[in-house]
């Protein structure tokens, strides 16, 4: 006979599936009330506004840093922090606090994504993730510098996208330094011109973010060109039948 205490506990092959659904909910819940709701607040806008607390010594870096980068981990515009740092530090000093700040921010997103969603891609997708899995995983760096460097595209989904897939951190943290480096640098020089009414820095920022944008999709044509040529290379190393 089977005792009353034990049968009223719940399989673990029962409850396992809730909780593989429930990660993946619970993950893209949260991302999308924090950047809903960040926006609607209006002390962590302010924070980055506030030029006279930003620049209160070691203090004001530490709230910069803290506040851009829970900005950047939900999605939201990094170019808003970035002007603020700009703004508020000039552009040296300014580049290297978003970029700091835009890199946890990021690496944040990838550490959530990893945990509430790479078990339910690999269960519900099958076949075409392990073929995106593949795709990234071969050269991690190189993708998702790419990725980085184009004009277009969300942050967020970058983010989800590393988090899902196998790459590592570290790869995908240096590509991230330096894909997103030249927006960080128009960014900052729009704020620094602001301050200081320096025309080059405006025509270098909008250098700068062309070249960006010409570099980006330049390396995602030769991604795409080395794609086929390894296809046709695949084939042709497959024995006749």
């Known amino acids: 006979m089977v005792p009353a205490g034990r049968m009223e506990?719940?399989?673990?092959?029962?409850?396992?599936?809730?909780?593989?659904?429930?990660?993946?909910?619970?993950m893209l819940a949260f991302l999308v009330a924090g950047a809903?709701?960040?926006?609607?607040?209006?002390?962590?806008?302010?924070?980055?506004?506030?030029?006279?607390?930003?620049?209160?010594?070691?203090?004001?870096?530490?709230?910069?840093?803290?506040?851009?980068?829970?900005?950047?981990?939900?999605?939201l515009p990094r170019q808003v922090a970035g002007f603020a740092a700009g703004l508020a530090y000039g552009a040296l000093e300014g580049t290297v606090l978003i970029t700091v700040a835009s890199t946890?921010?990021?690496?944040?997103?990838?550490?959530?994504?990893?945990?509430?969603?790479?078990?339910?891609?690999?269960?519900?997708?099958?076949?075409?993730?392990?073929?995106?899995?593949?795709?990234?995983?071969?050269?991690?760096?190189?993708?998702i510098l790419t990725l980085r460097l184009l004009p277009v595209g969300s942050a967020l989904l970058l983010n989800l996208l590393g988090g899902v897939s196998g790459i590592g951190v570290v790869p995908f943290a240096a590509a991230t330094v330096l894909g997103g480096l030249p927006q960080n640098v128009v960014a900052v020089l729009l704020g620094a011109g602001v301050r200081v009414d320096a025309v080059w820095q405006f025509v270098l920022g909008g250098g700068l973010f062309v070249a960006?944008?010409?570099?980006?999709?330049w390396l995602l044509r030769r991604a795409?060109?080395?794609r086929i040529v390894q296809q046709d290379t695949d084939r042709a190393d497959q024995p006749d039948t």
Do not use: I, K, Y
């Open 224 to 226: 795409q060109v080395g």
């Open 9 to 26: 506990q719940t399989p673990p092959s029962a409850a396992r599936p809730v909780f593989r659904f429930l990660r993946p909910a619970l």
């Open 36 to 75: 809903v709701l960040l926006r609607a607040v209006p002390g962590l806008r302010h924070v980055l506004e506030s030029t006279a607390l930003l620049r209160d010594g070691v203090w004001g870096r530490v709230v910069f840093l803290a506040g851009a980068s829970v900005w950047c981990a939900f999605g």
């Open 104 to 143: 946890a921010g990021c690496v944040a997103g990838f550490f959530w994504a990893r945990w509430g969603g790479r078990h339910w891609a690999q269960a519900r997708l099958g076949a075409r993730f392990a073929r995106l899995d593949a795709m990234l995983s071969r050269q991690p760096f190189l993708s």
């Open 212 to 217: 960006s944008g010409v570099l980006g999709v």
